[in-house]
């Protein structure tokens, strides 16, 4: 009986402060103290062949360097930011990067509907058409950063 007892008193003491443990981290997660996107350093990742080298959101325009690596000239059709954070901002392209030559980079700007303050998260959707060829091709990829 009084092992019994023993272990029953062991299980319920390490019992209770794991679940004390427990509650604190689910409060600081709550409260926003342990948030794993303030580490997150910002990126800008495409399909290969098409890279981001530099990219920047500031006020109301979004500015992303893109290098061709595919070894051939490209037409740009359209370059469409999907806006997902913050909610409600869209973004248009100023229609300023409407070719790539093999190995060069191209400046591609975007207007966005308001400014805002803190995380940004986009899709890029980028439409193109290789150097001799006849059919469109689309590439996906994403940005993620804060405002500047």
């Known amino acids: 009986m009084k092992r019994g007892q ?22 600081l997660a709550y409260f926003g103290v342990i948030n794993p996107e303030r580490f997150l350093p910002s990126s800008c990742t495409l399909a290969p062949g098409l890279a981001c080298e530099e990219w920047k959101v500031s006020g109301t325009t979004v500015t992303l360097k893109i290098r061709n690596g595919m070894g051939s000239d490209l037409t740009i059709n359209n370059i469409a930011l999907d806006v997902s954070t913050p909610s409600g901002i869209t973004a248009t ?56």
């Open 6 to 27: 023993a272990a029953m008193e062991f299980l319920m003491t390490y019992g209770w402060a794991i679940l004390v443990v427990l509650i604190a981290i689910g409060a």
């Open 93 to 148: 392209y100023n229609n300023d990067c409407t070719s790539i030559t093999a190995g060069a980079t191209c400046t591609a700007t975007f207007g966005l509907s308001s400014t805002g303050t803190g995380k940004f998260q986009a899709t890029i959707n980028i439409d193109y058409k290789k150097s001799g060829e006849e059919l469109n091709h689309t590439i996906t990829g994403t940005l993620t950063t804060k405002f500047e």
